[in-house]
């Protein structure tokens, strides 16, 4: 039986021909968008499943508590039931309007280790050691203290410090230091050692996305079409090569054609979905759901890391969280005021304020842990903040060994994938939560908090043991909504793109997004998908250059 998008083929409508077509508006879309279609001698379509970012809690930065889990703005996926979590499954966030991700997520400035990048490279990719990438994190960035040799201050992708300050965060960061975990004021040098306030992507306490920084300001380019409400089906080959993409817009099957090259830039979900749907992946996957294989490769959907943060809960006394300030009708009417007066103050907050990055044990050769430390508490994302004055200490494993997988559910497009991130998977990632949940213990029994008489409510000092402290991070766990490395570069039996993102064997298809990282970065992963995309836009235009 032929599939829906192989019936609507005789009635697509012709959406015109482009030198490239971009599939995706999100944090790399954007980026690509904006660099491709400075050449005014090329045409750039960009393809967006989402609408516009239009709605006012996009720009509002604790509007992720709405923008996420809404159909307005967000796919709404949710992953299997994972063993690793105790049979939970989770909530899975991705974004589903222009500027993606970026529209939605944590607003945290991150770049990760040099000794991500530089591993990069040992694994024979070439072009991506820390030295040959920062100077397109740095193209890219707008930071607020200008530019230096770690930092641009020209570039579209605002960064500023928060504009909020909390007593409980001062008292943790000191008894951090009384841990043995410095402090510092910049985690995006390439070591990220120590302890401070994250840095954000954010103008004058508002939310600042790809949209903003890199597509608006290029949209009246006579070469620029961006498309909105525009689902990709399926890309469309001619042998090995691909030619175009089929898509949806409203009602109306369509069919877009790149003269040059199409570039996915859907992200580590998206991404794999398109392929396999195209034909191109794992034969075994694509029989079982009734799809012509167009073309074997093995590691699409394959590889996928994702970083688990264990949310540690602790009780306090003699201190204000946002648990009181958010719990009475004065306290919200205070905090809104506060905002609308100076773009400051809670609702100007990111989820997480204050970070720490430090080694789960002294034989890492890099911190191997991150911490994202709030003035707040609740039981699960979505749920109303407790009604007693609390922090948490989320704590993650910056390089899990556990992998997952991505792969679709059906032949129907709008069919959400199976999502596995198979957590805890692997007895060193049990092992390093285990030690992650004592050193969490370590600091909140250090002198600086003793004042405000932490009590540890979850997961409770009564759990302890390694056995013990493995499940129960599998009962704290969650996502920080990292997923990579599904569509992986490298040059072996399931690499996806070659060090050049171009899709290995096939002509006129790169992908430019987080799917492509072969190994996780050692921190948030927004900005160095960015960066993937500010590289690509080169390769893409030396490429051009090389064929003309």
Request: net charge negative; hydrophobic share 35%.
């Given at each position: 039986?032929?599939?829906?998008?192989?019936?609507?083929?005789?009635?697509?409508v012709?959406?015109?021909e482009f030198?490239?077509?971009?599939?995706?508006?999100?944090?790399?879309g954007?980026?690509?968008?904006?660099r491709?279609?400075?050449?005014?001698?090329?045409?750039?379509?960009?393809l967006?499943?989402?609408?516009?970012?239009?709605?006012?809690?996009?720009?509002?930065?604790?509007?992720y508590?709405?923008t996420?889990?809404?159909?307005?703005?967000?796919?709404?996926?949710?992953t299997?039931?994972?063993p690793?979590?105790?049979?939970?499954a989770?909530n899975?966030?991705?974004?589903?309007?222009?500027?993606?991700?970026?529209s939605?997520?944590?607003?945290?400035?991150?770049?990760?280790?040099?000794?991500?990048?530089?591993?990069?490279?040992?694994?024979?990719?070439?072009?991506?050691?820390?030295?040959?990438?920062?100077?397109?994190?740095?193209?890219?960035?707008?930071h607020?203290?200008?530019?230096?040799?770690?930092?641009?201050?020209?570039?579209?992708?605002r960064?500023?410090?928060?504009?909020?300050?909390?007593?409980?965060?001062?008292?943790?960061r000191?008894?951090?230091?009384?841990?043995?975990?410095?402090?510092?004021?910049?985690?995006?040098?390439?070591d990220?050692?120590?302890?401070?306030?994250?840095?954000?992507?954010?103008?004058?306490?508002?939310?600042?996305?790809?949209?903003k920084?890199?597509?608006?300001?290029?949209?009246?380019r006579?070469?620029?079409?961006?498309?909105t409400?525009?689902q990709?089906?399926?890309?469309?080959?001619?042998?090995k090569?691909?030619?175009?993409?089929?898509?949806?817009?409203?009602?109306?099957?369509?069919?877009?054609?790149?003269?040059?090259?199409?570039?996915?830039?859907?992200?580590?979900?998206g991404?794999?979905?398109?392929l396999?749907?195209?034909?191109?992946?794992?034969?075994?996957?694509l029989?079982?759901?009734?799809?012509?294989?167009?073309?074997?490769?093995?590691?699409?959907?394959?590889?996928?890391q994702?970083?688990?943060?264990?949310?540690?809960i602790?009780?306090?006394?003699?201190?204000v969280?946002?648990?009181?300030?958010?719990?009475?009708?004065f306290?919200?009417?205070?905090?809104?005021?506060?905002?609308?007066?100076n773009r400051?103050?809670?609702?100007?907050?990111?989820?997480?304020?204050?970070?720490?990055?430090v080694?789960?044990?002294?034989a890492?050769?890099?911190?191997?842990l991150?911490y994202?430390?709030?003035?707040?508490?609740?039981?699960?994302?979505?749920?109303?903040?407790?009604?007693?004055?609390?922090?948490?200490?989320s704590?993650?494993?910056?390089r899990?060994?556990s992998?997952?997988?991505?792969?679709?559910?059906?032949?129907?497009?709008?069919?959400?994938?199976?999502?596995k991130?198979?957590?805890?998977?692997?007895p060193g990632?049990?092992q390093?939560?285990?030690?992650?949940?004592?050193?969490?213990?370590?600091?909140?029994?250090?002198?600086?908090?003793?004042?405000?008489?932490?009590?540890?409510y979850?997961?409770?000092?009564?759990v302890?043991?390694?056995?013990?402290?493995?499940?129960?991070a599998?009962?704290?766990?969650?996502?920080?909504?990292?997923?990579?490395?599904?569509?992986?570069?490298?040059?072996?039996?399931?690499?996806?793109?070659?060090?050049?993102?171009?899709?290995?064997?096939?002509?006129?298809?790169?992908?430019?997004?987080?799917?492509?990282?072969p190994?996780i970065?050692?921190?948030?992963?927004?900005?160095?998908?960015?960066?993937?995309?500010?590289?690509?836009?080169?390769?893409?235009?030396?490429?051009?250059?090389?064929?003309?």
């Amino acid at each position: 039986m032929p599939s829906e998008s192989a019936r609507q083929d005789n009635h697509r409508v012709d959406a015109g021909e482009f030198d490239y077509v971009i599939v995706g508006a999100g944090s790399a879309g954007c980026c690509l968008a904006n660099r491709l279609s400075a050449d005014p001698d090329v045409k750039v379509a960009l393809l967006e499943a989402g609408g516009k970012d239009s709605w006012f809690w996009i720009h509002v930065p604790v509007g992720y508590l709405y923008t996420q889990n809404t159909p307005r703005t967000d796919w709404c996926y949710k992953t299997e039931a994972e063993p690793g979590l105790n049979g939970r499954a989770l909530n899975y966030p991705r974004g589903r309007v222009l500027g993606g991700c970026s529209s939605i997520n944590g607003m945290i400035y991150m770049r990760g280790q040099a000794r991500d990048y530089d591993h990069w490279r040992q694994l024979g990719n070439a072009g991506w050691s820390w030295d040959e990438v920062l100077p397109y994190f740095k193209r890219s960035e707008d930071h607020y203290q200008g530019g230096d040799a770690f930092h641009g201050g020209e570039g579209e992708w605002r960064v500023e410090e928060q504009r909020l300050s909390w007593e409980i965060l001062d008292a943790f960061r000191e008894a951090a230091a009384e841990s043995g975990i410095p402090p510092t004021d910049d985690f995006n040098r390439g070591d990220n050692e120590g302890c401070g306030y994250f840095q954000v992507n954010q103008k004058r306490g508002v939310r600042w996305s790809t949209a903003k920084g890199f597509l608006k300001p290029v949209m009246d380019r006579p070469n620029l079409t961006v498309l909105t409400h525009a689902q990709a089906q399926n890309l469309v080959l001619d042998g090995k090569r691909v030619t175009g993409v089929n898509f949806l817009q409203g009602d109306s099957p369509r069919r877009i054609t790149a003269r040059g090259e199409v570039v996915l830039a859907a992200g580590s979900v998206g991404s794999v979905q398109l392929l396999e749907l195209s034909g191109i992946g794992n034969p075994a996957v694509l029989k079982e759901h009734g799809i012509d294989v167009a073309h074997d490769l093995p590691g699409v959907g394959e590889n996928l890391q994702d970083h688990l943060q264990m949310r540690m809960i602790f009780k306090v006394e003699g201190t204000v969280t946002l648990n009181q300030r958010a719990g009475s009708l004065f306290g919200k009417a205070m905090m809104g005021l506060e905002y609308l007066l100076n773009r400051s103050g809670p609702l100007s907050m990111a989820p997480s304020q204050l970070g720490a990055f430090v080694k789960s044990d002294p034989a890492r050769e890099t911190p191997n842990l991150q911490y994202h430390v709030q003035p707040l508490s609740l039981d699960k994302f979505g749920d109303p903040l407790h009604d007693f004055p609390a922090f948490t200490a989320s704590v993650c494993n910056l390089r899990p060994e556990s992998r997952g997988s991505i792969h679709i559910r059906s032949a129907d497009f709008r069919d959400a994938p199976v999502i596995k991130p198979a957590y805890l998977s692997a007895p060193g990632d049990r092992q390093v939560a285990a030690q992650a949940i004592r050193l969490t213990r370590r600091i909140c029994a250090a002198p600086a908090l003793a004042r405000y008489k932490p009590e540890e409510y979850k997961p409770g000092a009564q759990v302890d043991g390694d056995e013990a402290l493995a499940k129960a991070a599998g009962d704290i766990g969650t996502t920080i909504f990292h997923p990579v490395g599904t569509c992986k570069m490298g040059d072996d039996d399931q690499a996806v793109v070659d060090a050049r993102l171009k899709v290995r064997g096939l002509q006129g298809l790169r992908i430019a997004d987080a799917s492509v990282m072969p190994t996780i970065t050692s921190g948030n992963t927004n900005s160095p998908t960015i960066m993937i995309a500010e590289k690509a836009a080169d390769m893409i235009r030396e490429d051009r250059r090389a064929s003309a």
